[in-house]
Structure formats: C-alpha cells, structure tokens
C-alpha cells in the first residue's frame, strides 16, 4: 500500500514557477513509476510527466516539454515538479500517481495504469 500528498500548489501569474511535491509512505517507493497528471474543470485527467524507479527516465507531454520537470528522490521518497514559464492553460488540480513495476512503458500515458493516487493539489495561473 502506498499514499501519496501532493503539496506546493497555489495561485501564481503568467510566467511564474511553482514546484510540486508529492511524499510517498512505504518502504517500497522506488519500486514505482511516479507520475503527476492534471484535471481542469470540464476536461478529462491527463498525463503531464512520468518519471522510472531510478529517475533514469522520464517522459513529458508535449504541452509542458521545455518548462516542466519531474524528479525523484528516493531516499526521501519523494517526487516533485518543477514547473516554469507557467500558462493560464496549465491551471488544474495536479495530482500524484504511482505505478507498479519501475519501468516506463507505453501504458504509463494512461490514468487508468496507475495502482496509487493522491488527493490533488490546485495549480491557478492568472493572467
């Protein structure tokens, strides 16, 4: 069993950064792929980064490549997004998933591969 809190949300202008952060109970967190997804309202949960067991490997959709970046940190069993030149359009409640085994694969883009979530934290941009 693992539970996940997302924190670091929180309302920031265009352009700004945030970084989430997302802590994971267990002994077993560097078993998991670690991903974070985002939901606005209206608008189905889709992927924004996932990142392997060892952080070797990381994948982004299109629409955050260049300003997002995911990370880990085992020991802290802890994941994070680091998140820069933000946009209204990435306005969202940003949660914290993981999944099981470690590796990246084609079923990591899908919300529906994912074993753990957590409970969402809101991300606003203004303009």
């Known amino acids: 069993q693992v539970q996940l809190v997302e924190s670091g949300g929180g309302l920031v202008q265009a352009g700004g950064s945030l970084r989430l952060s997302c802590a994971a109970s267990?002994?077993?967190?560097?078993?998991?792929?670690m991903a974070w997804f985002r939901q606005a309202p209206g608008k189905e949960r889709a992927i924004v980064a996932a990142i392997s067991w060892n952080g070797g490997n990381t994948v982004y959709a299109d629409s955050v490549k260049g300003r997002f970046t995911i990370f880990r940190d085992n020991a802290l069993n802890t994941v994070y997004l680091q998140m820069t030149s933000l946009k209204v359009e990435d306005t969202a409640l940003y949660y914290c998933?993981?999944?099981?085994?470690?590796?990246?694969?084609?079923?990591?883009?899908?919300?529906?591969?994912?074993?753990?979530w957590g409970q969402g934290t809101q991300v606003t941009v203004s303009s």
């Open positions: 267990g002994r077993t967190f560097s078993s998991y792929v």
């Open positions: 998933a993981a999944d099981f085994p470690g590796r990246l694969s084609d079923s990591t883009w899908y919300a529906h591969e994912y074993d753990y």
